[in-house]
């Protein structure tokens, strides 16, 4: 089983990253008989993209053939991309290290995934409230518009 792990750094000692998507590092562990076998650390593609980061970064754990992806949050195009792939993703607080995370998976203890706001983190980006995805109030979108108003 190969799980890779969102992180700043990389390593087993490094936190698990709070953003998938933006998380500057990856450490991939290798899994063989419920130890861990072989780490390794690759910077993530999707780091400093402008757009598209989840998207890389998805793209770069089916590279990778990972059965398992863990990260504080997933934005959702990734996670549509790792669920379509059948690559498992879960949340880990970021106050785990990589190994804890590892191992709190492998005892069953990290089940879910936390999904976080569209455009994640990245430069320039607003939450969904700020970049006017409101509830159909804005133009075009009153009912009885043209017919008298509300």
Request: glycine residues 18%; proline residues 5%; hydrophobic residues 35%.
């Amino acid at each position: 089983m190969k799980i890779v792990v969102a992180t700043a750094k990389g390593g087993l000692n490094d936190f698990v990253n709070q953003a998938f998507g933006r998380a500057p590092m990856f450490t991939i562990v290798d899994i063989e008989e419920g130890q861990i076998k072989n780490t390794k650390v690759a910077p993530n593609p999707g780091a400093s993209a402008s757009r598209g980061a989840g998207v890389q970064a998805a793209q770069f754990c089916i590279n990778e053939s990972a059965n398992v992806v863990i990260a504080g949050q997933f934005g959702p195009n990734s996670s549509q991309i790792l669920q379509a792939s059948g690559i498992r993703f879960v949340s880990a607080p970021p106050t785990m290290t990589v190994e804890e995370a590892v191992r709190a998976f492998l005892r069953g203890e990290l089940t879910q995934a936390i999904l976080g706001p569209e455009g994640g983190m990245g430069p320039g980006r607003g939450s969904s409230r700020t970049m006017g995805r409101g509830r159909g109030q804005g133009m075009g979108h009153r009912r009885g518009q043209g017919k008298g108003g509300w």
